[in-house]
């Protein structure tokens, strides 16, 4: 079997996964949102989800709690409790999302 290239992965412009990966057990994607946004509203799914911080400063949500993220810092979130990422800085917040399921 050839390894699959994606370039449909959101801020990746080529995604390699080699013969054997398992694509729905991993999944990576980069976003960038503007001061005072949020790609989306906060959520739950399953799994374990990873929010890293390239530049900027964001506000990661989780449950009750909320924690302060700036550059090269990251938050590890059990998918199943409410989280979510938002920009809190003034500006744009660029980051990357690590899930696993």
């Not at 530049?55 to 938050?75: D, K, P, Y």
Request: glycine fraction near 10%; proline fraction near 4%; hydrophobic fraction near 35%.
């Amino acid at each position: 079997m050839a390894d699959i290239v994606r370039t449909d992965i959101k801020g990746i412009d080529r995604y390699i996964l080699e013969d054997g990966a398992n694509r729905e057990q991993l999944s990576l994607h980069i976003s960038e949102v503007g001061p005072g946004q949020r790609a989306h509203p906060p959520h739950t799914h399953d799994g374990q989800e990873i929010f890293y911080v390239f530049s900027g400063e964001g506000e990661v949500l989780f449950g009750e709690q909320t924690h302060r993220i700036g550059t090269n810092e990251a938050v590890h979130v059990d998918c199943q409790v409410l989280h979510g990422i938002q920009n809190v800085g003034e500006t744009p917040l660029r980051y990357a999302v690590i899930i696993a399921r």
